[in-house]
């Protein structure tokens, strides 16, 4: 078993910066995959960006690609999305999600999911 508790969202405008906080409580936290997902209002939840358990490979969609970086502190049992230069279109809910395989963008795959923190971008 894994828990999730994200943190970092706030109201920021357009242009601005963000660090989101993952951190883990339960089992091996290097045995997990972490992911970020988010959902914005009426609209489906999408993969954001993925790390491995060696925090020595990241994936991101492409419309965060240059601007979002996650990494990953095992020792803290944490994870980060940093996320530069947000848009109107980055305001969503962020999930952080853990799974011991590398499906990263696929959300069923993922086994355990935080509450979420919401992330309010202002034009």
């Known amino acids: 078993q894994v828990q999730l508790a994200e943190s970092g969202g706030r109201w920021v405008q357009a242009g601005g910066f963000l660090r989101l906080s993952c951190v883990a409580s339960g089992s091996t936290f290097d045995d997990y995959v972490m992911g970020w997902f988010r959902q914005a209002p009426g609209k489906a939840r999408e993969f954001v960006s993925a790390?491995?358990?060696?925090?020595?490979?990241?994936q991101y969609r492409d419309s965060v690609k240059g601007r979002f970086t996650i990494s990953r502190v095992d020792a803290k049992r944490t994870v980060y999305l940093d996320m530069n230069n947000l848009k109107p279109e980055d305001t969503a809910v962020y999930y952080c999600?853990?799974?011991?395989?590398?499906?990263?963008?696929?959300?069923?795959?993922?086994?355990?999911w935080g509450q979420g923190t919401q992330v309010t971008v202002s034009s």
């Open positions: 999600a853990a799974d011991r395989r590398w499906e990263y963008d696929q959300e069923r795959v993922y086994e355990y």
């Open positions: 790390i491995n358990w060696y925090g020595d490979k990241q």
